[in-house]
């Protein structure tokens, strides 16, 4: 139980130092971005929920990098790649820690109490 409140504190004031100066937090772009339009916190809508795709990126935080910047191929569901792909343009301008960021908080951002 301490243990787990400790590694929580820990990933938080990370996650805050991490997010540096001039570059955007993760849930910051994605709420800026359109993302949570198609994107719910746990249900699928139109795309996957944020919980599912941290699921099937759990672990894998460099594909998912791979993936925001048009590098790697979807793994979600591949079949509704026509009405993802061009949202990656919206984010085609991201420093790389930015895309970073982005993909730690989808990876992680269910296991926070405040999701
Ligand atoms: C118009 C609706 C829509 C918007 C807006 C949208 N997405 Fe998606 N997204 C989808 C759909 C549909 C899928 C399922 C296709 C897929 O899994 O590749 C998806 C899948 C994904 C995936 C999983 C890719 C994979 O491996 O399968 C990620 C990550 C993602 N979106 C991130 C984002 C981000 C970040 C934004 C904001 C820049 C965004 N989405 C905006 C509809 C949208």
């Known amino acids: 139980m301490i243990n787990k409140f400790i590694v929580l504190v820990v990933f938080v004031y ?8 001039n570059s955007e937090s993760g849930s910051a772009i994605f709420s ?3 993302c949570a339009m198609c994107h ?16 099937r990126y759990s672990g894998n935080e460099n594909k ?3 993936y925001l910047k048009g590098q790697s191929q979807p793994i979600v569901y591949p079949e509704r790649d026509g009405m993802m792909r061009p949202q990656l343009m919206k984010i085609g301008n991201l420093y790389e820690d930015e895309y970073r ?4 908080y989808m990876i992680q951002a269910f296991m926070r109490t405040d999701f």
């Open 64 to 66: 998912l990098v791979a």
């Open 32 to 34: 800026e971005r359109g």
């Open 101 to 104: 960021s982005l993909a730690r």
């Open 40 to 55: 719910a916190k746990d249900n699928d809508t139109v795309g996957p929920s944020i919980r599912m795709i941290g699921i």
């Open 14 to 21: 990370g996650t805050a130092l991490f997010a540096g100066v």
